[in-house]
């Protein structure tokens, strides 16, 4: 069974700084597509950024210029830095690869558990 940990969420003033971060449990080969999306209360998921196998980035208008995506290939790791929070960031965010190459064969569209960012006016 292949998982996805997130850490990193938490609470954090409007202005503020946190770093969320995300790695596939052992057995993991290869990693397509990572990212990571966000749900507020009441409101349907939506990607926030991803990153590609090549490193090709794409982040929702919202937060651009504001958050970095970036990975590491050999750890199977993805982060997220967020600055210059506000607070409608405040959301559950969750971690996902769209494909990855396995002990146990290929595996689709796997999310982490998700992770709570409350940013405080």
């Known amino acids: 069974q292949v998982q996805l940990v997130e850490s990193g969420g938490g609470l954090a003033q409007a202005g503020g700084s946190l770093r969320l971060s995300c790695s596939a449990s052992?057995?993991?080969?290869?990693?397509?597509?990572m990212g990571w999306y966000r749900q507020a209360p009441g409101k349907p998921r939506e990607l926030v950024a991803s990153i590609s196998s090549g490193g090709d980035t794409n982040y929702a208008d919202s937060v651009k210029g504001r958050f970095t995506i970036s990975r590491d290939n050999a750890k199977k790791t993805v982060d997220l830095q967020m600055n210059s929070l506000k607070p409608e960031d405040t959301a559950v965010y969750y971690c996902?690869?769209?494909?990855?190459?396995?002990?146990?064969?290929?595996?689709?569209?796997?999310w982490g558990q998700g992770t709570q960012v409350t940013v405080s006016s």
């Open positions: 996902n690869i769209d494909r990855m190459g396995t002990t146990w064969g290929p595996v689709f569209d796997t």
């Open positions: 052992k057995g993991v080969f290869t990693v397509g597509t």
